[in-house]
């Protein structure tokens, strides 16, 4: 063949191949579709009152005998009211049934559920392990209950920053498609479809943790094999990841930054990330340079309460040309914005009981728990004295102090620590601490944490761990 025919056909050759692999590629996709379709549901909340769908969400059967996985998020609503609601199932093919709920996991957002009835004769298998980075997985559900659909994407490991695993997922994930499988070539389920941040950003539960249910579901089920009782569950599952939390932020190494005339704490462990802003309206008589942490995840409960979060922030607070009592006044004023990080209705917790106190804390890098005023006990609940315990953030890991002021005299602050009680978890608290200079005229340091759903002795350790990390110039 001539270079001029080989140049005219090269780019036709290369165009007819290009299509031939996309007409396999398709026929790829449809072959898994019309392969696993049997094993697909769309699950749906009933509000019994009405008989009419109260939410819905997709789901995938996992055995012969009709069990079926979700995610916790899509059942929730039964879970914490099953008077009110009841859980059903509707297959590709248009069959109807009932569900029964049997166990679940809060921490990784799973359910499993069994088919009332003749369970359904498809099923998908787990996979035993996970795909290889940038390996194509298809997603399947219901979204926005248009009929089932698959999403074809990528799989990008686990996603960092969080405390809780979850599979990075190229590829769109919409409302009413949480809880359904995803699948590999071999229509093996690798993860399960739980939220997205849109621009093609979607995140998976790993199968693991469905397998890890599974497994604990048929250890604990009873002789009938029947569904669990779910408060004693959801307790130990919240006490467990609390006490994984606290153990990882108390082992690492807290890096402090500088913040005004302080030094204090920047980004914790990876799952932790800080942002920075600062104000500089010549109008403002304050000046304010602020860092904010915060984990980036939270535990589902219900629409009305979530919980596992670790936040802290500081403002260092300044002004030049006001008298006292004014520049107390303006930061007083900036106070009493603060507010608990995670959401809780009143069936869910108790009034916040609070305790407050002056603390004195030494100068010249010297930290602060090392010579507190007085010494107290953390107490929680409504029947304990709750008392007082002592731009984002890519800083160098030694930052360089402040330079020291001069000034010998302690620190003086003004501390309050708070507690409210959950009412189905009686031994898991929401703590909340703010703690504000004011032995200075025109200069302040405020601090905050929030922990949501952490016992007694990991938020006094935190609570001590936080004051103590605290250094002043």
């Not at 005299?409 to 703590?431: E, G, M, N, W």
Request: hydrophobic letters at 35%.
């Amino acid at each position: 063949m001539s270079n001029f025919y080989k140049r005219l056909f090269s780019p036709l050759l290369a165009l007819l191949l290009l299509c031939a692999a996309g007409g396999v590629l398709a026929q790829s996709y449809e072959q898994l579709y019309s392969d696993y379709r049997g094993s697909l549901y769309q699950i749906r909340l009933i509000e019994l009152s009405s008989n009419s769908k109260a939410g819905l969400g997709s789901g995938f059967q996992i055995s012969t005998d009709g069990l079926v996985a979700t995610n916790y998020h899509v059942v929730s609503e039964a879970v914490h009211d099953p008077d009110k609601y009841a859980l059903k199932y509707l297959s590709v093919d248009g069959k109807e049934g009932e569900l029964e709920l049997l166990d679940v996991d809060v921490i990784n957002d799973l359910a499993i559920l069994r088919q009332k009835g003749e369970p359904g004769s498809d099923f998908l298998r787990l996979a035993s392990k996970s795909p290889s980075k940038g390996e194509t997985i298809v997603s399947m559900g219901n979204p926005l209950d248009l009929g089932m659909t698959i999403v074809p994407g990528t799989y990008n490991g686990i996603a960092g920053g969080s405390f809780y695993d979850r599979i990075h997922f190229s590829g769109s994930i919409n409302p009413g498609m949480s809880g359904g499988p995803v699948i590999n070539r071999n229509g093996q389920v690798v993860g399960i479809n739980v939220a997205t941040a849109g621009n093609q950003i979607s995140f998976l539960v790993p199968v693991d943790k469905l397998v890890a249910l599974l497994l604990d579901y048929k250890k604990e089920a009873t002789a009938g094999n029947g569904a669990l009782e779910l408060q004693p569950v959801i307790s130990r599952q919240l006490h467990k990841n609390q006490q994984r939390i606290i153990d990882q932020v108390l082992a690492a190494d807290w890096q402090l930054r500088p913040l005004g005339e302080a030094m204090v704490v920047g980004e914790i462990v990876p799952s932790i990330q800080c942002w920075g802003s600062s104000t500089d309206d010549e109008d403002e008589p304050v000046t304010q340079v602020a860092k904010g942490c915060t984990g980036q995840d939270v535990v589902f409960l219900s629409e009305d309460f979530d919980t596992g979060r670790v936040e802290y922030e500081f403002f260092w607070l300044e002004a030049d040309d006001l008298r006292s009592s004014r520049f107390y006044s303006a930061y007083e004023e900036n106070m009493s914005g603060f507010f608990p990080g995670n959401s809780a209705g009143e069936d869910d917790v108790t009034d916040f009981n609070c305790k407050q106190q002056f603390t004195s804390h030494p100068r010249n890098g010297h930290k602060i728990g090392a010579n507190t005023s007085d010494k107290t006990d953390t107490a929680a609940g409504d029947d304990k004295e709750a008392q007082q315990q002592g731009q984002a953030e890519d800083e160098p890991a030694q930052a360089t102090p402040p330079k020291a002021s001069g000034k010998r005299d302690p620190v003086i602050a003004r501390t309050s620590y708070c507690v409210r009680r959950y009412k189905d978890f009686p031994d898991l608290y929401d703590v909340f601490y703010v703690s504000l200079t004011v032995d200075q005229n025109n200069r302040a340091l405020v601090s905050h944490f929030t922990l949501s759903g952490f016992t007694q002795e990991s938020a006094t350790a935190f609570t001590q761990k936080f004051a103590s990390e605290i250094q002043w110039h």
